[in-house]
């Protein structure tokens, strides 16, 4: 009878089972898609609030466009982004300071010089390509051909013109920054090349003006020089052994602390983002002109910062990893996005750092040992924009560019991309530098400044693409590199135990192990071997 009720019972389980199976799996199912959902929403919450801001941006600045808003009311407008930038800006010096020193100290020397040799030649060498690829994109679409709009009025910005420097000055002005005189200064003083006209008497008796170089501060922090001396400073620190463990400590601290803050700061970013489109795009004047007149310059610059960004940077990614590097920028969407708003690769710094370890599980001391530097002598976008902004206004003057003046492009873009300021509009300065180079004027540089503010948003988005992609390569070098030491570490001890069972001539290695000490214990005691025999 027990065996018929609990045949009975399992009857009715199975009954019930398949009267209540598949409802109940529907509801687990659903639980387990919305548990999913979710779990996706709170990973990539940052993400899809910071896009949302940029759409949102786009949609306000257009919505406040019509309403005729006064340069005060822009202002307040973009109050809000303002907070932003400034929060950005604020964590930028204890970031890039502290990291170096942390990650220079944590590298052995080896590593150091490896990967430092390394980082120097992929900047150089795609900073390289990417003035190659704006030069031949230049001569294949001629953006200055037959632009004859380019007079009108509410075009150019005769007063925002940079004051023309000698070339020569320029590279003199870099390799002083590179050792400031005064490191408190250097956080907010960068040295800069000036003159002044002196009028002098020859001894013919006519008077003629000449222009002679002074030296002068003008705002803006000294990165390079801090680059420089927080390296050196690790280095030094990591040679103290003991004695410096304390300070590396401190600065490890003080890092993290950081990145903390960075966090926090993070959170904001969607809505001042939306505030900084927004005020943008209301105060532009005349886009159908901008637009109709200098379209094709727009378009050639943007081209080559996609091909770059899109196609070259991401082939020498998979080149040397051999890993998808789509996937590894999907997890970048809010550097990026951040960089595109703010035009700021400094700025985009501490969120830069912060999802590439935290999203993409790059190494701490290669992320903050390589993207500070980066942010400061990796400047692929910025060369871009320079090149084509140079050939742009040599066929606006109608000079056909001989070999040499192409070359002198290529060299002048890439070494004066190393100092260009990680901040709006750094890279327009440098424009001058090439011009005066090829001799060319600086007039049209107005027409340049008109349209930074379209062009510069790629331009920062390609160079911190560019730091990110390093800085993944670096971490798969060093990881290879780590790995190949264990095996060799491994080969060693295996050799190692080889030969000692060889030398020992003995069958067991019970036996090896308790000779010696047998031979000791006999060695040091022979009285007492005696008295026990």
Known sequence: MEAAAAGEGKAGHGRNGHAEGPAAEERRGGGGRLRGCRGFLRRNALVLLTVSGVVAGVALGAAVRGAALGPAQVAYLAFPGELLLRMLRMVILPLVVCSLVSGAASLDTRSLGRLGGIAIAYFLGTTLLASGLAVALGFIIRPGAGASALNAPGLGLPGALPTSKETVDSFLDLVRNLFPANLVAAAFRTYATDY??????TTSGNA????????TEIEGMNILGLVLFALVLGVALKKLGQEGEDLIRFFNSFNEATMVLVTWIMWYVPIGIMFLVGSKIVEME???LLVTSLGKYIFASILGHVIHGGIILPL??????????YRFLLGLITPFATAFATCSSSATLPSMIKCIEENNKVDKRISRFILPIGATVNMDGAAIFQCMAAVFIAQLNNVDLNPGQIFTILVTATASSVGAAGVPAGGVLTIAII???IGLPTNDLSLILAVDWIVDRTTTVVNVEGDALGAGILNYLNEKDKDKGKEQELKEVTVEAVANNKSEAETSPLVTHKN?????????????KESVL
């Open 208 to 215: 003629t003006l000449e222009k002679i170089p002074v030296g």
């Open 516 to 528: 010696p000490v047998s031979n000791t214990s006999s060695t040091a005691d022979p009285e007492s």
């Open 286 to 288: 005349d886009i159908v």
């Open 196 to 201: 002044k006209m002196v009028l002098r008497n």
């Open 435 to 437: 011009l005066e180079a």
């Open 316 to 325: 020498i990614y998979f080149a040397a990893t051999r890993q998808n590097p």
